[in-house]
Nanobody, 126 residues
Framework: QVQLVESGGGLVQAGGSLRLSCAAS????????MGWFRQAPGEEREFVAA????????YYLDSVKGRFTISRDKAKNTVYLQMNSLKPEDTAVYYC???????????????????WGQGTQVTVSS
């Protein structure tokens, strides 16, 4: 079992930055692929970014490329999402998720992830 806890959300003006953290506990977390998803009111939960266990390849939603960066600190069992140049359309609840397949696997499908955090609200004002 893996437990995920997100933090770092908040209210920021357009053009500002936030860094989300996802702290994991439980067994063999360090072999998991990790992803960030977001869900705006009335919308489906959508893929934002992912990082593979090996070799740490990253993937992004097109609309956040160049603005968001996903990274992981294996020693701290923590995944980060650095969000720069935020836009009002980035407003959503952000969730981190873990996929147990490991290796170089990743997925943009939420159904592929085994564990989820409770989410953290990000609000970007115009």
């Amino acid at each position: 079992q893996v437990q995920l806890v997100e933090s770092g959300g908040g209210l920021v003006q357009a053009g500002g930055s936030l860094r989300l953290s996802c702290a994991a506990s439980g067994r063999t977390f360090s072999t998991y692929a990790m992803g960030w998803f977001r869900q705006a009111p009335g919308e489906e939960r959508e893929f934002v970014a992912a990082i593979t266990w090996i070799p740490g390849t990253t993937y992004y939603l097109d609309s956040v490329k160049g603005r968001f960066t996903i990274s992981r600190d294996k020693a701290k069992n923590t995944v980060y999402l650095q969000m720069n140049s935020l836009k009002p359309e980035d407003t959503a609840v952000y969730y981190c998720a873990a996929n147990s397949r490991g290796g170089s696997y990743y997925s943009r499908r939420r159904e592929a992830y085994d564990y989820w955090g409770q989410g953290t609200q990000v609000t970007v004002s115009s």
